[in-house]
Every structure is written in C-alpha cells, then in structure tokens.
C-alpha cells in the first residue's frame, strides 16, 4: 500500500519535472520560423525576434561591415524580400519616427527602453505612428524600395547605447 502510494507520487513528480523542463528549454529562434512564434518578453535581454517570416541567412544580401560609396561602412544588414511583405516590430517598444528620410525612404525607429533602438528602412508603407507602443512581432511595415536602393529590401540598423551593433550578432 504504502510503496504503491510513493509510486503515485514519485509519478506525479516526474509529470511536473517534465512540464517544467519543458517550459524552460530554449526556444528555437530567428532562422527557424515565423515572428509569431517567437517569445514576446524580450525587454530585459537583448534577445530580439526576426523582423521578417522565414528568415534565414541566404536572405541576408549585404552584412554588416560591407564597404559602401566612399568608403563608408554599412552599420546594418539587408534582408531581402518581396515589396509588401511584413516587417515586425524585433521587440517591445516605443515608435520615435515614422516617416519619410532622404536617403532610407520610409522608416520606422523604435525605442525599445532598455538601450537598444531599432531602425528600417526603404519601406514601401509603414503601418505605425510616432508615440504609438508596439509588441515585440507586431507588424510595423511593408517592405519596400523607398529611398537611395537598388532593390526591395529592408535595411535593418540597431544601435545599443546610441552606438551601432551587428544585427546578426542580436537576431540569432
Ligand atoms: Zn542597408
């Protein structure tokens, strides 16, 4: 009686273990799958959700560090896609512009409160306004060839303490 009893229990605890090993395994991310399966609390890491579905690095047509005009460098990387595909938000945040720039087209920025802000850029539409929040995967805009671009792509900075970090390095 009493061994069969233990035995229930001893059951209910794996049953539970189970469940929360389950919980925390870390999620597949980025490459993997499409914005909305991601995690939505990102504002205390620097864990970031893909911009765009189906990710993968073949889509990436110019890194970060890529030699432009005059020698600059390109603090970015471009993500290519299909005019009017979705852009959504990398994590939760604060809209700070949205709107039009000579160079990067239509664009959005994001404050995302804990240091890290978010641009796009070349937008075909953007689909925020400025002081509006938005949810980490939320739609932002529509990709596009807005701007000094030779191509539908979105043109994705962000910067940590207002200087430029890689991208790729944040969005894995
Ligand atoms: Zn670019």
Redesign the pocket.
């Known amino acids: 009686m009493a061994s069969a009893h233990l035995l229930r229990f001893f059951r209910y605890f794996i049953v539970v273990f189970s469940i929360v090993i389950f919980h925390c395994a870390p999620n597949p991310r980025y490459y993997s799958g499409s914005a909305k399966s991601y995690p939505t609390k990102t504002s205390t890491t620097s864990e970031f959700v893909s911009p765009v579905n189906g990710m993968s690095p073949s889509r990436i047509s110019?890194g970060w560090g890529d030699r432009r005009e005059g020698g600059r460098m390109?603090k970015?990387i471009?993500i290519t896609g299909s005019e009017g595909e979705q852009i959504f938000a990398i994590a939760d945040g604060i809209i700070t512009f949205s709107g039009r720039k000579k160079d990067y087209g239509n664009v959005v920025e994001i404050d995302h409160k804990n240091g890290f802000t978010s641009l796009f850029a070349h937008n075909q539409k953007n689909l925020v306004q400025k002081g509006q929040k938005v949810k980490s995967g939320e739609p932002i805009a529509k990709m596009g060839n807005t701007g000094k671009s030779t191509g539908v792509h979105l043109?994705l900075e962000i910067k940590k303490d207002g200087e430029f970090v890689n991208p790729e390095k944040y969005l894995r």
Do not use: G
Request: charged share 20%; glycine share 0%; proline share 0%.
């Open positions: 110019s390109h970015a471009d043109h």
